[in-house]
């Protein structure tokens, strides 16, 4: 990325505190829930942390979304705001690299596919990543990848609990073997924050797969799940077609990962909030400083 | 030695060998001395194998990397180890046969030996899994780590495999979950760690045995964060680009060595390892040996520290600094 590219970048990143409407197409006064079909008056949803009142299907939302959901307000502080992505490998497929970021970065106003930094919830202090689906899938790269890591890092460091809110395709194939190495990184600094016995929670949300679900993802205290949310190791389409194995129809859903044991709760995004909060404090944190 | 299988770029070998072959028999028969001829055909043989394999293409890397006769994690132990003891079962309901394990000495130093097992011919990749462990096949591994960890044993993993398993039941017994605390764990282990890719390392797969203090790979090994095929069917949409997808993913030991992921490659006998497997296994018990005693020297915190440090550097992106923030401003 050209010094030049990078200003570019940086003019269209004007995120904190800001909330920017989603220009989707379609975009009007009135919606159309994609799952039961009811017609929504679009602040009513949006009011609703963008979940159907009829049916409750959760529509995705963006990393500043979920941070105004989370964050009281004007309590979230970025860090490394300004980690740019680089092109180590020249990768070039059907499109290059470098295109397909400046077009991620474009559209979405963020350098890479993650925001972190530290807010409070609740007047609560925490370490907070959300990733964004958006960029490139939420794919994991090295700037995705560092920054989870110098996160999990601070939050070691001033004793404070963690969340990662993860949406993510796995790793970032253009950066190669870079990105697969980002799984181990951030888990070495897991290593540690547990260490310290620091409280870490994972939300997963829709989707979460690959690299991601093989890393920091499963490596909650707690793990956090979205309803219906897609989680998996494994694409469903290459389990069915080089296995031909038949496959229940809530396969990889946040409900068939909770019946088999690997997710604590199903946490709907209009008690995500009150849940954390009551979380953080049944494990000792409070507002000012941990008391245990 | 039994049939050998040739890989299609070794093909113009084939006449060579079909020659030599065709002397040696004549030699037999007859009373003529053709020690002469031979050497000559064999030098240039020889010479013909040294090119073509110092020229390999990623992908044709790739086809080394998974041949059939290629040394195996057991072929290895075998080599190098004795009073090797498989150790078996995740204390879970499960004994996975593509991730095997065990105790052994190599020359006078006990170890613990884990690594993904494939198989020499269809029957055996059967049994094997091709050597795609399940998760149980992790927490076994993740079990004898722990073991070795009590025990002081230096821990020595093979990596070969084209990824994790991927179906219904790997995904209802968490192998997400199973990979994913293994990283976690590698990085608490008190004792030296050394990861070789001996075949091809697939993805996660490969990650989930090898968060090392030393990761060692031959020469002709691959190491890829997503197999070619599947990554030029997803960005190419055309599984007939996987050649042009191996080529851009920087698969290779030296191209590792670069990205500071690989700590040193290990020389291959011309032909590759499934041509002398004796000499490689020499190799690999010299760099294992070299490794072992330097990293002997180190205390638990600088062992660990230093693991922790190795892959903290990893990744490569843009930083500005605070003087060009001001500057922006
Ligand atoms: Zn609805």
Known sequence: MSLFDWFAARRKDQFVGKVIQETEEGDGLWGKCPECGQVVYRKDLSENANVCSNCGHHNRINS???INLIADSN?????????????????????????????????????????????????????????????????????????????????????????????????????????????????????????????????????????????????????LAEPKALIGFAGRRVIEQTLRE??????????YLLEHGFVDKIVPRTKLKSTLTKLLKLHGFNTKKRQR | MARRY???????????????????????DSEVDVSQQLLQLETLAARRREEIFHALTPSQKIQVARHPQRPSTLDFIQMFCDDWIELHGDRN???????IGGIARIDDTSVLLIGQQKGRDTKENVARNFGM????????????????????????????????????????????????????????????VIATVIGEGGSGGALGIGVADKLLMFEHSVYTVASPEACASILWRDAGKAPEAAAALKITGEDLMTLGIVDEVLKEPSGGNNWAPLQAGEVLKESLLRNLKGLGQLSTKQLRDRRYEKFRKMGRFLEPSAFDEELIT
């Open chain 1, 64 to 66: 500043e979304e979920r």
């Open chain 1, 75 to 223: 309590s979230f502080r970025p860090l490394d705001k300004n980690l740019s992505p680089v092109d180590p490998l020249g990768f070039k497929d059907r499109r290059a690299y470098a295109d397909r970021l400046r077009e991620s970065q474009a559209s979405t106003g963020m350098k890479d596919g993650v925001i972190t930094g530290l807010c409070n919830v609740e007047d609560i202090p925490l370490a907070i990543a959300v990733m964004d689906f958006r960029f490139m899938g939420g794919s994991m790269g090295s700037v995705v990848g560092e920054k989870i890591t110098r996160l999990v890092e601070k939050a070691t460091e001033k004793q404070l609990p963690l969340l990662i809110v993860c949406a993510s395709g796995g790793a970032r194939m253009q950066e190669g073997m870079l990105s697969l190495m980002q799984m181990a990184k951030i888990s070495g600094a897991l290593e540690r924050h547990r260490e310290a016995e620091l409280l870490y929670m994972p939300l997963l949300t829709h989707p979460t797969t690959g690299g991601v679900t093989a890393s920091f993802a499963m490596l909650g205290d707690l793990i």
């Open chain 1, 246 to 255: 038949k496959l229940p129809e809530n396969f990889q859903t946040a409900e």
């Open chain 2, 6 to 28: 040739l890989l299609e770029f070794e093909k113009p070998l084939v006449e060579l060998e079909k020659q030599i072959d065709q002397i040696r028999e004549l030699a037999r």
């Open chain 2, 93 to 99: 309901s499960s004994d996975d046969k593509a991730l």
């Open chain 2, 133 to 192: 462990a399940k998760p149980g096949g992790y927490r076994k591994a993740l079990r004898l780590m722990d073991h070795a960890d009590r025990f002081k044993l230096p821990i020595i993993s093979f990596i070969d495999t084209p990824g994790a398993y991927a179906g219904l039941l790997a995904e209802e017994q968490g192998q997400g979950e199973a990979i994913a605390v293994n990283l976690r764990e590698m990085f608490r282990l008190r004792v030296p």
